[in-house]
T-cell receptor, first 114, second 118 residues
Framework: GNSVTQMEGPVTLSEEAFLTINCTYTATGYPSLFWYVQYPGEGLQLLLKATKADDKGSNKGFEATYRKETTSFHLEKGSVQVSDSAVYFCALSDRRGGTYKYIFGTGTRLKVLA | GAVVSQHPSWVICKSGTSVKIECRSLDFQATTMFWYRQFPKQSLMLMATSNEGSKATYEQGVEKDKFLINHASLTLSTLTVTSAHPEDSSFYIC??????????????FGNGTRLTVT
């Protein structure tokens, strides 16, 4: 079945460091890929998405490219800030018959130190 | 746009009682809503898919008689935890998908409900 695997955290970085959070997926069809962010005590918010191969999603300085050949959707940011501290979830959605289903990775906690 | 309101944000109840959690889409219609449970190590588990006007679809291992889901309108789904026990204590999150969109569209999440059963 479909699945999403992301690197375990926590990831601890100093402010202005470069961030990469790895995400790989398995899917039988042509899924859409998403990154969501969860701040403490809150629900998830969409960070960015990509709907087909080679698409690049970007938002708030974060980027991720849909790589079909490596089945990956790694999240990157060139210079993190303390306010980026949160849990990041990689997810895919795929059509199953007449419905669709979202599958989430286990989340990666990011801590950015001033 | 695309705001999902979840209520209450936290609740404490005694063992054996029932608790209802509401999930409302405030500015859009949602034929489909999803209920998740988040465990302490942040893992997000899909419990059930709620469809307006029909029975919810539960994931394997989720007790449908314990976690009652009702999706009576295009803007409201409710999750009732019946006869709650301490092991039901968790963070419950709902999400909604706009009516008419497909799987390329993102989900919109509520802010979650922290349930503590004493």
């Amino acid at each position: 079945g479909n699945s999403v695997t992301q690197m375990e955290g926590p990831v601890t970085l100093s402010e202005e460091a470069f961030l990469t959070i790895n995400c790989t997926y398995t899917a039988t069809g042509y899924p859409s890929l998403f990154w969501y962010v969860q701040y403490p005590g809150e629900g998830l918010q969409l960070l960015l998405k990509a709907t087909k191969a080679d698409d690049k999603g970007s938002n708030k300085g974060f980027e991720a490219t849909y790589r079909k050949e490596t089945t990956s959707f790694h999240l990157e940011k060139g210079s993190v800030q303390v306010s980026d501290s949160a849990v990041y979830f990689c997810a895919l959605s795929d059509r199953r018959g007449g419905t669709y289903k979202y599958i989430f990775g286990t989340g990666t906690r990011l801590k950015v130190l001033a | 746009g695309a705001v999902v309101s979840q209520h209450p944000s936290w609740v404490i109840c005694k063992s054996g009682t029932s608790v209802k959690i509401e999930c409302r889409s405030l500015d859009f219609q949602a034929t489909t809503m999803f209920w998740y449970r988040q465990f302490p190590k942040q893992s997000l588990m899909l419990m059930a898919t709620s469809n307006e006007g029909s029975k919810a679809t539960y994931e394997q291992g989720v007790e449908k008689d314990k976690f009652l889901i009702n999706h009576a309108s295009l803007t409201l789904s409710t999750l009732t935890v019946t006869s709650a026990h301490p092991e039901d204590s968790s963070f419950y999150i709902c999400s909604a998908s706009r009516t008419g969109v497909d799987y390329n569209s993102p989900l919109h999440f509520g802010n979650g409900t922290r349930l503590t059963v004493t």
